[in-house]
């Protein structure tokens, strides 16, 4: 069936240094691949997200990262902030608005002032 | 404009009883889909809403259903209540190809 996976499950980075995110995705129809970020009590919130049409969308310090062929696809974060600290969920849908997203399990980041 | 919006906040039940769950869409939205996030986990898709009909259904027991009304708001039901139904459960809204907007969600304990 359809599946994302995500790693690490939790990332801890001091201050300004980079994070990065990985998932992969098992459906070969996915087309579209949002990002969420959810703090503590909160909704998730779409941070950025990519369709398969390329490869690479940066905004300011976040960007993403797709390979359709390897169904890989990664999340960057530079000049990481303390208030970057929180749940980041990667997920994967065929692209409309009528089809299912698949989430990824999460990744946990603390950013060490 | 309000966003998505769910109600109640926070809900608890006991094993067996059933639950009623509430979400109006963000405004010129007419999709809902619903998820359930246990604690720790990423959200898990439940079923989706358009036009009044489930279109989409994740792999969920069909203790869960749900409906949605000519104004596009939605109510998730779970019947049986089990001690692992304990979870936020989560509504999203978009319209054709916009990202899904996420409500507060509903945070059910089941005892």
């Known amino acids: 069936g359809e599946n994302v996976e995500q790693h690490p499950s939790t990332l801890s980075v001091q201050e300004g240094d980079s994070a990065v995110i990985k998932c992969t995705y098992s459906?070969?129809?996915?087309?579209?691949f949002p990002w969420y970020k959810q703090e503590l009590g909160k909704r998730p919130q779409l941070i950025i997200d990519i369709r398969s049409n390329v490869g690479e969308k940066k905004d300011q310090r976040i960007a993403v990262t797709l390979n359709k062929t390897a169904k890989h696809f990664s999340l960057h974060i530079t000049e990481t902030q303390p208030e970057d600290s929180a749940v980041y969920f990667c997920?994967?849908?065929?692209?409309?608005?009528?089809?299912?997203?698949?989430f990824g399990p999460g990744t946990s980041l603390s950013v060490i002032p | 404009d309000a966003g998505v919006t769910q109600s109640p906040t926070h809900l608890i039940k006991t094993r067996g009883q059933q639950v009623t769950l509430r979400c109006s869409p963000k405004s010129g939205h007419d999709t809902v889909s619903w998820y359930q996030q246990a604690l720790g986990q990423g959200p898990q898709f439940i079923f989706q809403y358009y036009e009044e009909e489930e279109r989409q259904r994740g792999n969920f027991p069909d203790r869960f259903s749900g409906h949605q009304f000519p104004n596009y708001s939605s109510e998730l039901n779970v019947n049986a209540l089990l001690l692992g139904d304990s979870a936020l459960y989560l509504c999203a809204s978009s319209f054709i190809e916009s990202e899904q907007y996420f409500g507060p969600g509903t945070r059910l304990t089941v005892t």
């Open positions: 997920a994967a849908s065929k692209g409309t608005s009528y089809d299912k997203v698949i």
């Open positions: 459906d070969s129809a996915s087309n579209y």
